[in-house]
């Protein structure tokens, strides 16, 4: 079936089908419940993730119906009720939903999204939801590892041949330009979305002509305007690099054209680099650009660099598109509270014997603090909804996992990080342009101290609760275990 003949509001776990059922058969349809997006623990064990996919949430909240045959294929499974399959022929989201801005920085056990909605509606849209967060989040979050160990070295995605299906590649192109890719390999996310399409040739160009020389003249002829030649093909440094700097000289240069470059794609890339660089610039084409591909990582790349490796770009493709050193975000979809019928909200909490998952409970708001004298971030800080933040005095806040664990904060400024997107299901937030979201996400991860940024043993960046969050949580886990 293809892509653009799918109801997207068919995409979602089948028990959220029969439970919407169940509440409607019971009565819970109108009720008004909380949920919270957040995750447990940051890929790759680093210190911090990236937050991305909420306008692809927004575009599937506003088209939010279930068509003729979608009603046809419920009744067929003979489990659901004619009055609820009623209600679905004219179904819509009416809820409100709170989000952590595309690009924002964020930290395990924070919510990234709050639904507050009909109890149908809010467990309707948890699939969609939670593969739009963990998918983009993920290829974001390995995105700005790639960039940040590129050391301001210009980094592209080349990965949409390995990626897991055509939206693992288009919005895995778009998730690792927020995390700071500079553009892509894959055209349609251009065409889509804005991020920069660019590439040169493969080895097949190469192969295609009688020799490697007539390919290499051929491309310049062809794109003489800041051409990149594949170097590799046959041997790098015997014939590749001499090649190319023999056709720049005959082509280039008679234009007074001198931006160019090489690519390389196997072998010793250290050792290649610098020798290809030595050869170049003995040549005169100290302006040539090198760039290299190949199964490349944040690491690889770290490593690269620390051997002295002359290196103006890269390109990296499947370790990035699919995440592959850590495949899976982990994101959930918990419910954080309820609302009565007086409108008074009833915190709710689950527990386990895995700490880990137990989950922080009612409708709350999410700060962070940065500190008035370095502008770096200190502290996340969740706290109830009716609560706010006196950031003219110093604070105390409480570490959730511990009854004896407090700390004090002073000088600094809280921002409320969460920002209404949807109200009584209307859209009432102006989406930003994917390159203000990529400056968005520079600009928030220059505000994290190096420690936070390391990429093994990280700093662990608190987040913390308010007194009045802490003791809910606190009462509620006694209450519950007795």
Known sequence: MPSEKINRTMLCDFYELTMGNGYFCKGYKDRITYFDVFFRSVPDGGGFAIAAGLEQIVDYIKDLHFDEEDIAYLRGRKIFSEDFLDYLKTFRFTGDIWAVPEGTPVFPREPLITVRAPAIEAQLIETYLLLSINHQSLIATKANRICRAAEGRTVLEFGSRRAQGADGAILGARAAYIGGCAGTACTISDQKYGVYAGGTMAHSWVQMFDSQYEAFKAYCECYPDNPTLLVDTYNTLKSGVPDAIRVFNEVLKPRGLTKCGIRLDSGDMAY??????????????????????????????????????KIDMFGVGERLITARSEPVFGGVYKLAAVERADGTI????????????ITNPHFKKLYRFFGNDTGKAIADYLCVHDETVDDSKDLTIFDPEATWKEKTVYNFTAKELQVPVFKNGELVYDLPTLPEIKRYCAEQVDTLWDEVKRFDNPHTYYVDLSKKLWDIRYNLLKQKSE
């Not at 009833?346 to 998952?357: G, L």
């Open 272 to 309: 290649l680099t610098q020798k290809a660089r030595k050869m170049l610039d003995d040549a005169g084409w100290t302006d040539c650009k090198i760039s290299v591909s190949n199964a490349l990582d944040e690491y690889i790349i770290q490593d690269l660099l620390r051997q002295g490796a």
């Open 346 to 357: 009833e915190p709710k909490i689950k527990i386990s014997e895995n700490t880990a998952k």
